[in-house]
C-alpha cells in the first residue's frame, strides 16, 4: 500500500490503464481470430477488408503506446503474407 499521496495516485491510473490496455490487446487477438478464419475460408474480398481493419487497429493501439510500432509492424507483416498465399 502506498504511503504517499501521489503514489496512491499513481496506483488508481495504473489500475484504470492496465484495463484499457487488456481491452486494447484482447480486440486486437479477436481481429486476428477474424482474420484468420476468412483467411480459412478462401473469401479474398472478405479476408482483404478484414485485413485493412486488423491494421489500422494495430496502429492505433502503436500510436496510444500499447504494443511497440515494431510488434504493429510484424503482425501486419505476418498478416500480409498470409493474404498473399491466399492467391
Known amino acids: 500500500m502506498p504511503n504517499i499521496e501521489s503514489a496512491a495516485k499513481r496506483a488508481r491510473q495504473d489500475r484504470i490503464r492496465r484495463v484499457r490496455n487488456r481491452g486494447a490487446k484482447s480486440a486486437i487477438v479477436t481481429q486476428r481470430r ?3 478464419k476468412a483467411i ?3 473469401d479474398k474480398t472478405l479476408a482483404l477488408k478484414l485485413f485493412k481493419e486488423f491494421c489500422s487497429l494495430l496502429d492505433k493501439t ?3 503506446g500499447i504494443i511497440t510500432k ?3 509492424d510484424r503482425r501486419k507483416s505476418r498478416a500480409s503474407h498470409m493474404l498473399a498465399k491466399m492467391t
Do not use: W
Request: glycine share 0%; aromatic share 8%; no cysteine.
Open 34 to 36: 477474424v482474420f484468420l
Open 40 to 42: 480459412e475460408s478462401n
Open 62 to 64: 502503436a500510436k496510444r
Open 70 to 72: 515494431n510488434t504493429a
